[in-house]
């Protein structure tokens, strides 16, 4: 790959001593919920048959993902945040931006799948068993999986290729995009392009499946008579929405823009909403809104 620096040295946060065990305090806990958060998800839809629909499988892949996710980035900032060496090998940085980015489109994917599947249920409810089958719930998760894996790979590719030169400290607490463009001594014109690009058509095509799938909905449930069924139809969408607007938000901030000139400590600070806080968001979202899901929870804790 050409270049000369075989580890890179993570910043990370507050050098203070004593702030970084504060921070580490609290994103363990965070991480240690997120994890019990998305299991039990994980496990509540495994076990419960009457949440054996579709709507509840691309959940239970979600929260599988974002297990996935979350342990991509924190586990190893967590380990930074206790060392006096703050380290990452040349490799081991490329396979976190792999995963990273890998992980973080297959999101967008369900997401988008996950909103379809909404539109055929609220929109189309007399077709929605012929709409959505097994089959189709397997195509629908599977290509999800498939597509993300494909879409990591060119991105990470030409970072990699770019050269390093001795200067090896990265201002943020992983390998992110933006601070090994800033920190690479090549001409990045052509990678920030490539990624700039590819970033805004999965995230805006995904985006734009997801918003007119939503605006179908709404349109359907404003045409429901009682006040009730409106409030109800909405009930078993709501959840999803504040997921999608939580991520969408975060990720187009970051990541679709021709430029990486954001503040370190803004990015920072961004980056932890994505990686940290939203997966630890989803399992609370849907499980204290989501009444079925609730009384499938009780029904399993009576059990045992």
């Known amino acids: 790959n050409g270049t000369a620096v075989l580890e890179f040295r993570l910043l990370g946060f507050s050098s ?181 690009i590819l970033s805004f058509l999965v995230l805006f095509s995904c985006f734009l499946l997801t918003l007119v799938s939503y605006l179908l909905i709404i349109l359907s449930i404003l045409k429901i008579p009682s006040a009730s069924g409106k409030r109800n139809t909405f009930s078993t969408c709501s959840s999803h929405l504040m997921v999608v607007t939580i991520y969408y938000g975060t990720m187009i901030s970051m990541y679709v823009r021709p430029t990486y000139n954001l503040s370190s400590e803004l990015n920072k600070a961004v980056s932890v909403l994505y990686t940290v806080v939203t997966p630890l968001l989803n399992p609370v979202i849907y499980s204290l809104r989501n009444k079925a899901f609730k009384k499938a929870l009780e029904k399993i804790v009576i059990r045992h």
């Open 16 to 196: 203070n001593p004593r702030c970084q065990i504060l921070l580490f305090t609290v994103f363990l806990a965070i991480y240690i919920l997120t994890i019990l958060g998305n299991v039990v998800i994980i496990s509540v839809v495994t076990l419960e048959p009457q949440l054996h629909s579709p709507m509840y499988k691309f959940l239970k892949n979600l929260s599988f993902l974002e297990v996935c996710y979350t342990t991509t980035i924190v586990p190893k900032m967590l380990a930074n945040l206790l060392a006096k060496r703050k380290s990452i090998s040349f490799s081991g940085c490329m396979a976190q931006l792999y995963y990273f980015i890998f992980l973080g489109a297959t999101e967008c994917y369900l997401l988008a799948v996950m909103a379809y599947d909404r539109f055929l249920a609220v929109c189309e409810p007399l077709h929605y068993g012929v709409a959505m089958t097994t089959e189709s719930y397997t195509c629908l998760a599977v290509g999800s999986w498939v597509t993300g894996i494909f879409t990591g790979f060119l991105p990470c590719l030409m970072v990699s290729r770019l050269h390093f030169c001795s200067y090896n400290l990265i201002d943020h607490f992983f390998c992110d995009i933006s601070p090994l463009l800033k920190l690479s001594c090549s001409d990045t014109t052509v990678t920030e392009a490539v990624i700039f």
